[in-house]
């Protein structure tokens, strides 16, 4: 804790939370705060899901520059290793823009008694709202219908205002939806204002919720048109949704996952859309970042609708990021309780 008129913070953005952002929400906190921007690039995805933390040495040289004789530290992606800390003894509060503490050596942090928050929820509104675009998108088939379009240039012989090649409205559709935290309850209420019958599955959530709770996972699958995945990824919810889970959905069902990429085992997925089982699937996460070109995925691209791991990114989900880490300094300052304080 430290007076306003003294306190010094780095703001460590990217080219989605930007430096400025944080500075403007910053000073609306903490009115006179010397504040230095910082903009690093986003760090490579690892290669594989168990590949590691990619090389940040060139990162860790800058934020240690940046924060000589810092208190604070608001971040998107820079790192806060152990070597970052001990070379920033002033340091005493470190804020990450995003759901958890990405990049930061927790332990370390403790041991210094450097307090780490987070900021929880700050996408929420966007993953939600991405979800259902690409519901949409995989149940009308939207992107294929544009590709044949653009492709033709016209629509005199397009193929896809047939029944066949028509797709499955979300009135009346039975719906699972496998995690109901943030995301999953925001997109439990717009689905039942679509009209979908809608089923949830969430052992750790009690309470009221938007639908049918449904305690059986393999009981939710059985009766579920199309799934959507919003469970966190932890040691027991990798590779939730396998083969066998795959096989007890109805025939020609849908798979969404805007969530956590290895939450689903994507070699079971393609083979359950060789085989017919799923009709069609939209991902935003896969289990490798970026997508290999060899992946089986890129062999459906008429079922199959993927985007690069966008559900969060959006404006508003960036401003809400620095302002929520800006509102946790503005409590450091002032003495008060951290709301999402980790260590």
């Not at 430290?2 to 609306?28: C, E, K, Y």
């Not at 294929?144 to 028509?166: F, I, K, S």
């Not at 995301?183 to 309470?207: E, I, N, Q, T, W």
Request: proline share 6%; hydrophobic share 45%; charged share 25%.
């Amino acid at each position: 804790m430290t007076s306003d008129n003294d306190v010094r913070v780095v703001a460590a953005g990217d080219p989605f939370v930007l430096p400025a952002l944080i500075t403007q929400a910053v000073r609306h906190e903490v009115e006179r705060a010397e504040v230095t921007e910082l903009r690093l690039a986003r760090p490579p995805q690892p290669a594989g899901p168990a590949a590691g933390v990619p090389d940040a040495s060139d990162a860790e040289e800058a934020v240690i520059e940046a924060l000589a004789g810092a208190q604070v530290l608001v971040t998107q992606v820079g790192p806060v290793t152990g070597k970052v800390l001990a070379a920033c003894p002033d340091l005493r509060l470190v804020v990450v823009c995003r759901g958890g503490p990405v990049d930061v050596d927790l332990d370390a942090a403790k041991a210094r008694d450097v307090r780490v928050c987070h900021t929880p929820g700050h996408d929420a509104a966007a993953t939600a709202e991405f979800t259902f675009g690409m519901m949409l998108a995989a149940l009308r088939r939207i992107p294929q219908a544009h590709e044949e379009l653009v492709r033709q240039a016209g629509w005199e012989d397009a193929t896809y205002r047939t029944y066949e090649r028509g797709g499955l409205e979300l009135e009346d559709l039975a719906v699972g939806l496998v995690g109901y935290g943030a995301v999953g309850s925001r997109v439990a209420r717009v689905l039942c204002a679509f009209g979908a019958r809608v089923m949830v599955h969430d052992p750790y959530v009690h309470g009221e919720i938007h639908g049918l709770r449904v305690t059986s996972l393999d009981d939710l699958l059985r009766r579920s048109r199309v799934i959507s995945l919003h469970a966190r990824l932890t040691p027991r919810t990798r590779g939730l949704i396998g083969a066998r889970e795959l096989a007890l959905l109805p025939h020609g069902a849908v798979v969404v996952n805007v969530a956590r990429g290895p939450l689903l085992d994507e070699d079971a997925l393609c083979d359950a859309l060789a085989g017919g089982q799923v009709a069609a699937a939209a991902l935003d996460t896969c289990e490798r970042a970026p997508l290999p070109a060899g992946s089986r995925l890129l062999g459906f691209p008429e079922r199959v609708v993927l985007t690069p791991h966008m559900g969060g990114v959006s404006r508003a989900a960036a401003e809400k990021a620095a302002r929520l880490a800006a509102e946790e300094v503005g409590r450091w300052v002032r003495g008060e309780p951290l709301a999402h304080c980790l260590t």
